[in-house]
């Protein structure tokens, strides 16, 4: 019975998930909305129209406030709903991506839509390239730990010789693979690195 319990909660989150994100972005078009209200309307009637003056600040902040929830609760919905056929490692890599790509996105946006125009399509694309390079080594990382998890060329638990470091693998995180050396010290390997050596499986020790 216990277990039919926490089964159904657990199928249970991903609609909580989607549904918390349904609420962000109800939230989002009424707060903009409002947003837009106060600075055309309130503001001017009551003489702070010194606020006009920092309009373009105060929608940077409500906008990169909101994307952060919206990009974080979709986030997490793809989560769980990836838990349901997949372990938590494998999950949260996904997870982790959509919210680097998520964050990238949406500051490429901003910056776009504070000039408009043909300068804001000049300045979206400018800073586009420069989180694209920023972010690349992040991304490919990533990538190759989602990869690894996948289709599991090493696995948790394992006993491996990776280049000319020989370990058991303790986790593989977003960004590395750790492996616990038979000395104690912990090693992180980039995983494009890791997906670049040679891997030798070893024979577990008696």
Same mark, same amino acid.
């Given at each position: 019975? =216990?277990?039919?319990?926490?089964?159904? !909660?657990?199928?249970? !989150?991903?609609?909580?998930?989607?549904?918390?994100f349904m609420i962000y972005v109800i939230a989002f078009v009424v707060l903009q909305a409002l947003l837009d209200f106060v600075m055309r309307e309130i503001v001017p009637k009551v003489g702070l !129209?010194?606020?006009l003056n920092y309009e373009a600040y105060i929608?940077?902040?409500?906008?990169? &406030?909101?994307?952060?929830?919206?990009?974080?609760?979709?986030?997490?919905?793809?989560?769980?709903?990836?838990?349901?056929?997949? =372990?938590?490692?494998?999950?949260?890599?996904? =997870?982790?991506?959509? !919210?680097?790509?998520g964050m990238g996105s949406i500051l490429v946006g901003v910056s776009g839509a504070i000039s408009g125009g043909a300068i804001g399509i000049a300045l979206?694309?400018?800073?586009?390239?420069?989180?694209?390079?920023?972010?690349?080594?992040?991304?490919?990382?990533?990538?190759?730990?989602?990869f690894i998890l996948l289709a599991k060329p090493i696995k948790i638990g394992e006993r491996v010789t990776i280049g000319n470091v020989k370990g058991v693998i303790e986790n &593989?995180?977003?960004?590395?693979?750790?492996?616990?050396?038979d000395d104690g010290s912990l090693v992180l390997i980039p995983n494009n690195s890791v997906l670049g050596q040679k891997i030798v499986k070893l024979e577990e020790r008696a």
């Open positions: 019975m =216990e277990k039919s319990t926490h089964e159904n !909660k657990e199928l249970r !989150k991903p609609g909580m998930a989607f549904l918390r !129209k010194v606020l929608r940077i902040t409500f906008w990169i &406030i909101i994307g952060y929830l919206l990009v974080n609760s979709f986030a997490k919905f793809v989560y769980w709903s990836f838990r349901q056929r997949y =372990e938590h490692p494998e999950a949260s890599m996904i =997870e982790s991506l959509i !919210k680097i790509l979206g694309g400018f800073m586009g390239m420069v989180i694209g390079f920023a972010s690349q080594q992040v991304l490919s990382q990533a990538l190759a730990g989602l &593989i995180t977003t960004l590395y693979t750790h492996i616990r050396q």
